[in-house]
């Protein structure tokens, strides 16, 4: 359902978490979770998708979206970030107390990584994208 308003590709991770927003009975917008194995960053969660369908785009429901699930995994002492590159989204991260910019540039191929090299949209490679991780602190102080 969400798969051709998304520009990755269109397999999901059977492994992450899947929250659904609902407007009106409606399905509105999805987000999936996953748990970021990384040798020196523990207890992360990294969103996976971010989907807004295209009748409720611009009206702020991907960044409440993000901003409740994230409010869930920091409470159970998680740290949670997106990697995106999409404007809209880049720029309501930025204007938000909420969201700490952690990293910007364009992605280098991991080393190991195949590259398909043919029509390829799953990847980032070459593409400007920004990490942000939601600052846990302001939740945890009120």
């Known amino acids: 359902m ?5 520009y990755l590709s269109s397999s999901h991770n059977n492994a992450a978490n899947v929250f659904i927003c609902m407007i009106n009975d409606e399905i509105a917008g999805f987000i ?7 040798p020196k960053v523990k207890n992360l ?7 807004v369908l295209p009748d ?3 009206l702020g429901i991907g960044g409440r979206m993000l901003n409740e699930i994230a409010k869930i ?7 949670f970030s ?3 590159s999409q ?5 309501s991260l930025k204007k938000s107390k909420e969201w700490i910019c952690k990293n910007f540039g364009r992605n280098k191929p991991h080393r190991g990584v195949l590259k398909n ?4 949209k799953s990847g980032s490679e070459n593409r400007l994208t920004i990490v942000f991780e939601y600052n846990s602190r302001l939740n945890l102080e009120s």
Do not use: A, D, E
Request: glycine share 2%; with cysteine; net charge positive.
């Open 87 to 91: 404007p809209n989204l880049i720029n």
């Open 117 to 120: 090299t043919q029509n390829s």
């Open 73 to 79: 995994y920091c409470n159970q002492k998680y740290r």
């Open 32 to 38: 999936s979770v996953l748990h970021f194995p990384h």
């Open 82 to 84: 997106i990697v995106t």
């Open 56 to 58: 409720y785009q611009g």
């Open 45 to 51: 969660r990294k969103v996976h998708r971010l989907v």
């Open 2 to 6: 969400f798969s051709k308003y998304h």
